[in-house]
């Protein structure tokens, strides 16, 4: 009888592991200091349900914004900007902003905007140097937004990334000149509840070795 509770711990304990890289995929709403880069990556999900009251401060957002940097760009031009939203006023008018996704991020006390400066990740002289041309842009803001909020989760903290957004409306918003192209609003604050982990395909999906 207890071994065959320890077998059913240790299948059980096998399942909570994604195949291939040791993932815990279910990381749950800790990610404590000291916390693993693949603990981290298990905790960090989408959440559409935050806890009131929560402050976050300048430096702290800062600290985020510094670790996006260390992000890769095309020939280092960093060309990723944010506009953070934190006074009450300008919260509520980027929710304002984002159609259904202001049910989402109630109570989240920062949204942030990210840009990037079109023409110039991917550019060569002033022209695209593939057919990709802004993309790279767009690629650049991505792997800064990863940064961000990995090292969101890191510290405690929790995001929803929302390409749902009246652009137009946060360029005049945030006075946001014509030559950034608007990409992602992020939301930041701290979770309320535990989201469920939405399926991933398997592996094989996605990958072919040579
Ligand atoms: C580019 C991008 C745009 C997204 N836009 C939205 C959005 O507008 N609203 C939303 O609720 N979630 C949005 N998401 C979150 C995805 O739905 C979510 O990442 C996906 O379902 C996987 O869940 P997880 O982040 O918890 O792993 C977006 C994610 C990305 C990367």
Redesign the pocket.
């Known amino acids: 009888m207890k071994n065959a509770i320890s077998i059913i711990a240790a299948l059980f304990a096998a399942m909570t592991l994604l195949p291939g890289c040791g993932v815990n995929i279910e990381g749950g709403s800790q990610a404590a200091a000291g916390s693993t880069f693949d603990e981290i990556v298990a905790s960090r999900?989408?959440v559409?349900d935050y806890a009131a009251g929560t402050t976050i401060s300048e430096a702290e957002v800062r600290a985020l914004i510094a670790t996006a940097m260390e992000a890769p760009s095309w020939a280092n031009t960093q060309t990723t900007r944010y506009y953070v939203a934190m006074s009450e006023e300008k919260v509520t008018a980027v929710k304002g902003l984002i159609g259904g996704?202001s049910r989402?991020t109630t109570n989240a006390p920062v949204m942030i905007v990210s840009t990037f400066v079109k023409g110039q990740s991917g550019f060569g002289r002033g022209n695209p140097a593939d057919a990709v041309a802004d993309g790279w842009g767009a690629y650049d803001n991505g792997l800064s937004n990863a940064y961000f909020i990995l090292k969101a989760r890191e510290q405690g903290f929790d995001t929803?990334?929302?390409?749902?957004r009246d652009a137009d409306g946060l360029r005049q918003l945030f006075g946001i000149p014509e030559n950034e192209q608007v990409m992602?609003v992020i939301s930041l604050g701290k979770r309320a509840s535990d989201?469920r982990?939405?399926d991933r395909k398997p592996i094989d999906e996605i990958v072919r070795f040579y």
């Open positions: 999900r989408s559409r996704n989402n929803l990334i929302m390409g749902m992602a989201p982990r939405p």
